[in-house]
């Protein structure tokens, strides 16, 4: 009896293992934006024990009175946390491509009466903003769920102002996990550069800030445009 209990004990996390490295198998290949009915599978207290979302707003550099944009809200936790955090005189809007879970958060929204969040569909290759509009862009989990990220990462540099934070925060157990070092080089080959990083293998938080224009005279002929 202790021996097939222990056995039972031993297959749970082992098929969990065998689960996760199938998806993210699968996901490697055949990259697709969350499904809504998935949004509450994947904000559960094991993920909200080590990415607190009140703490994970703090982390993320985010101040009161900053206009934010936030890539893929999920069921919405982390969104009324960033909320929270801007107090009423700040902007959070967030976006996603798939209407239902847009939906979802609007619902959520209007349950908890907050009225600091603009929840919209929208494509992160078309974002329908002006340039240079927002503080900061930070996504939980997102971006290896998006198919042509040096695409997407083209528009988060439009809209972000000059000195920009742009903000990722990973955990291991997310299908879609990237390593630090793979998504650092992926960002800083798009004109921004790393400025802090926070957190370990297991979990982790990198904050970008957007590379300035500067002209270099004596170069060849005349002035040259680089980043720094």
């Not at 069921?75 to 946390?81: P, R």
């Not at 930070?138 to 198919?147: A, G, K, W």
Request: hydrophobic share 45%; glycine share 4%.
């Amino acid at each position: 009896m202790f021996l097939r209990i222990l056995y039972i004990l031993l297959a749970i996390p082992a098929t969990l293992i065998v689960l996760h490295t199938i998806i993210r198998i699968v996901r490697h290949f055949n990259k697709f934006p969350m499904p809504q009915w998935m949004a509450n599978l994947i904000d559960n207290p094991v993920r909200r024990k080590f990415q607190p979302p009140d703490k994970t707003a703090i982390r993320h550099k985010i101040e009161p009175g900053m206009r934010v944009l936030e890539i893929g809200p999920g069921n919405g936790t982390y969104t009324l946390a960033t909320a929270h955090r801007l107090g009423t005189k700040g902007e959070l809007v967030t976006i996603d491509i798939e209407p239902k879970m847009i939906e979802r958060v609007q619902r959520r929204i209007e349950a908890e009466g907050v009225t600091n969040i603009d929840a919209r569909v929208a494509d992160v290759y078309e974002l329908p903003f002006e340039d240079a509009s927002f503080d900061l862009v930070y996504m939980i989990t997102v971006i290896n769920e998006i198919p042509d990220i040096p695409r997407a990462l083209a528009e988060f540099h439009r809209v972000l102002k000059t000195a920009g934070k742009l903000v990722f925060s990973e955990i291991l157990l997310d299908p879609d996990y990237p390593r630090a070092a793979t998504l650092t080089r992926k960002v800083q080959a798009l004109e921004f550069r790393l400025k802090v990083k926070i957190g370990n293998f297991f979990y982790y938080t990198l904050i970008f800030e957007k590379a300035k224009k500067v002209w270099v005279s004596g170069i060849s002929r005349g002035k040259v445009q680089i980043w720094e």
